[in-house]
């Protein structure tokens, strides 16, 4: 056996393993509130069609991740969409929302998916050396953990609902992250990964509780001035 196609696979694999990650809360995040057929159609359909854009990206991976403000609009989508996210939550536990709507939920996978999966793309490339064969292979083992995981973490949430905090807080975070990564930013603070820990953490933190104050104690708040004037 060829150990170094031997290495070059394992090494794929802990890269998929450890980079998808963050993409299969996105899918259970987004599918989850969808009646089961539904939420398997948004999980295989989102995740097919972002395994297609990550094909069409990995020829401009290398590229883009030079270019600045390129990570940095990328982190600020994320953080949106965990905002997002978490707003839809609330709603639905105050019993204001309603289903997600099958396309939202697919549109919201595609999305966190682009932005997310540039680091897997390159280190897949990376790892594959070339090797047209282990590229495939790992963009094929990507989504089969994409699907796994997303279905998983959807199941999970339904049984334990405040795993939608920590789901959030994983995307919130990871689009912190991302934004310091960008050249421009990176260029701005330099190389200190203590300053980016923290950073990241007091975002992440600063954006769930706001989101858990808009999105749930104002609207409550609204709800009691309404009822007080109308009587």
């Known amino acids: 056996m060829d150990l170094q196609l031997l290495s070059a696979g394992l090494s794929i694999i802990l890269i998929d393993l450890v980079l998808s990650g963050d993409n299969a809360v996105v899918i259970g995040m987004a599918a989850h509130r969808l009646p089961a057929r539904q939420r398997r159609m948004a999980i295989i359909f989102g995740a097919g069609a972002a395994i297609v854009l990550r094909i069409a990206l990995t020829a401009v991976a290398t590229m883009l991740l030079l270019l600045p403000w390129v990570r940095l609009v990328g982190g600020g989508l994320l953080l949106w969409i965990g905002f997002k996210l978490l707003k839809e939550e609330e709603e639905q536990h105050e019993g204001a929302g309603g289903s997600e709507r099958l396309i939202e939920a697919i549109s919201t996978i595609v999305i966190a998916d682009v932005v997310m999966s540039v680091d897997n793309i390159l280190g897949v490339a990376a790892a594959a050396r070339g090797d047209i064969v282990l590229l495939i292979f790992g963009l094929v083992l990507s989504m089969v953990i994409m699907l796994a995981g997303g279905s ?24 912190a992250e991302m934004m310091f990564a960008d050249p421009f930013i990176a260029h701005e603070i330099g190389e ?18 706001t989101a858990h104050y808009v999105h749930r104690h104002l609207p409550k708040q609204r709800r009691m001035r309404e009822q007080t004037s109308s009587e």
Not at 192 to 207: D, G, M, Y
């Open 152 to 175: 998983l973490i959807a199941s999970m949430i339904d049984k334990f609902w405040w795993l939608v905090y920590l789901g959030s807080a994983v995307i919130i975070w990871t689009g």
């Open 192 to 209: 200190n990964h203590s300053l980016v820990l923290t950073l990241s953490a007091v975002i992440t933190v600063v954006l769930m509780v």
